[in-house]
């Protein structure tokens, strides 16, 4: 237990009750709280309406008797928090959670007590970061990669035409209807929250390894004939997102009602100048610029992983609990509403709610602990966050939520989170510094 008292009366007693947490309790004399307390009381006064008494005209002492429960509690209201934050100021507590605050007693002549549960920051000491080296290099773009790349680009821009063909081929349009069974069994009955994959009537597929409604449909498809039924066996993964299907063995029925042929695009000047370039040839250096710049973005992020990998490995400590909870419960309401847009029940939801709240308390436990290695680095080396940059990221958030940057900031300022969001770009800084100083080292400059 750490003993402070203030120099103008106020008793704080501060307890260590767990890795980052603490139990403040604060005694504040009625001396200390009678200026505010008298404050209080005159307003109760000027508008109080007591009995036999003009609205203003009632004695304080009448007043005090007759709104003691009302006087008591919005003092109670008033007089905690401020005392609260000069105990922590005096006592340079790095609050980062308020986890409770319990009853506070009050009387305006002994006085007021109350106690709060906080998290504060972590201390620890950072390891020796300013040699740290990545592995990660960029890529080279190759002219394979780019052809790949121009046969996307020539596929998401063809059309598809009817065609007088009666056989499918690979890279056609089809039509299919069909039906899946396990067994005896329409899948259907297995599955019935997946009923894309296990029937359906008339729905359009494109003839390519990859681009299955269900697995092995492509290999069955090229070939096929309009208008005859063919079947097809599918295993599908153990690992298949719903746990009805995965690993089994399914047997579908499928018979191609229609066939549309793929019709590339011209490359001629009409069709290229929507993509500012003149020639199949600037195209395709365009499309390379762009892999280019893929490949970096790539390597970035996997330079980054590499240096938060080496941080968390070598920095050891506790973190606050409240903000590892905080965080967990967002990644595992994120992770079941993912789960059930693939296909998970509700009740296998259920089912997994413990594994899935463990996976997430681990992970975000790494998460607060990385920001903390982060922050004590931005902190250590200057790292600072201009206004213009806070503006410029508001904007572009702005821009990707669809409102205007001046609705956006009023939120954020409403709910205090400027300084969050000042202190998540200065960790970013400070992690684009490490990457860059890295890529430095690696290259002996």
């Known amino acids: 237990m750490r003993r402070e008292r203030s120099g103008k009366g106020m008793n704080i007693r501060i307890e260590n009750i767990g890795p980052c947490r603490r139990?403040?309790?604060?005694?504040?004399?009625?001396?200390?709280?009678?200026?505010?307390?008298?404050?209080?009381?005159?307003?109760?006064?000027?508008?109080?309406?007591?009995?036999?008494?003009?609205?203003?005209?009632?004695?304080?002492?009448?007043?005090?008797?007759?709104?003691?429960?009302?006087?008591?509690?919005?003092?109670?209201d008033r007089l905690v928090p401020m005392f609260y934050r000069r105990a922590v100021q005096e006592n340079k507590l790095p609050v980062v959670t308020v986890v409770e605050a319990r009853s506070a007693t009050f009387s305006a002549t002994e006085?007021?007590?109350?106690?709060?549960t906080v998290d504060?920051?972590?201390?620890?000491?950072?390891?020796?970061?300013?040699?740290?080296?990545?592995?990660?290099?960029?890529?080279?773009v190759t002219d394979e990669d780019v052809e790949r790349e121009f046969e996307r680009f020539v596929e998401r821009h063809s059309r598809y035409a009817p065609t007088a063909k009666k056989t499918v081929a690979a890279g056609d349009m089809v039509q299919i209807d069909y039906r899946g069974m396990v067994g005896d069994r329409p899948l259907i009955e297995l599955a019935p929250n997946d009923k894309a994959v296990c029937e359906g009537k008339?729905?359009?597929?494109?003839?390519?390894?990859?681009?299955?409604?269900?697995?092995?449909?492509?290999?069955?498809?090229?070939?096929?004939?309009?208008?005859?039924e063919f079947t097809v066996k599918a295993k599908f993964p153990d690992d298949y997102h719903s746990r009805d299907l995965a690993g089994k063995e399914a047997v579908y029925t499928v018979t191609v009602r229609a066939i549309r042929e793929k019709i590339p695009p011209a490359?001629?000047?009409?069709?290229?100048?929507?993509f500012h370039v003149a020639s199949e040839a600037e195209l395709k250096a365009q499309i390379r610029k762009e892999l280019e710049a893929n490949a970096e973005r790539q390597a970035r992020i996997k330079q980054e992983q590499e240096i938060e990998n080496w941080l968390l490995k070598e920095t050891h400590f506790d973190v606050p609990e409240s903000l590892v909870q905080r965080r967990a419960e967002s990644r595992v309401r994120e992770t079941i509403r993912l789960l059930m847009q693939r296909g998970m029940t509700e009740q296998d939801v259920v089912k997994n709610k413990d594994a899935i709240m463990s996976s997430a308390l681990e992970s975000s436990r790494d998460s607060v602990r990385l920001e903390c290695i982060l922050g004590r680095i931005a902190a250590q080396e200057d790292v600072k966050v201009s206004d213009e940059e806070i503006d410029e990221t508001v904007?572009?958030?702005?821009?990707?939520?669809?409102?205007?940057?001046?609705?956006?900031?009023?939120?954020?300022?409403?709910?205090?989170?400027?300084?969050?969001?000042?202190l998540?770009?200065?960790?970013?800084?400070?992690?684009?510094?490490?990457?860059?100083?890295?890529?430095?080292?690696?290259?002996?400059?």
């Open 23 to 76: 139990l403040v309790h604060v005694d504040v004399p009625a001396e200390e709280i009678g200026p505010e307390y008298d404050k209080l009381v005159s307003q109760y006064v000027r508008y109080g309406t007591v009995p036999g008494f003009r609205q203003g005209k009632a004695p304080k002492s009448v007043v005090e008797r007759y709104y003691a429960d009302e006087i008591a509690k919005d003092a109670r």
């Open 111 to 116: 006085g007021l007590t109350f106690s709060v």
């Open 120 to 140: 504060v920051s972590p201390d620890f000491d950072l390891p020796k970061y300013q040699k740290i080296t990545v592995n990660t290099e960029v890529q080279p």
């Open 202 to 228: 008339g729905m359009w597929v494109l003839v390519k390894e990859n681009r299955s409604v269900f697995p092995g449909l492509y290999s069955g498809l090229a070939g096929a004939e309009i208008g005859r």
């Open 267 to 274: 490359m001629d000047g009409k069709f290229l100048e929507q």
């Open 395 to 422: 904007r572009q958030m702005a821009q990707a939520e669809g409102i205007s940057p001046e609705d956006l900031r009023m939120r954020l300022e409403k709910e205090d989170l400027i300084e969050e969001l000042r």
């Open 424 to 445: 998540a770009l200065g960790r970013q800084k400070a992690l684009d510094m490490l990457v860059e100083r890295a890529k430095k080292d690696r290259k002996g400059e």
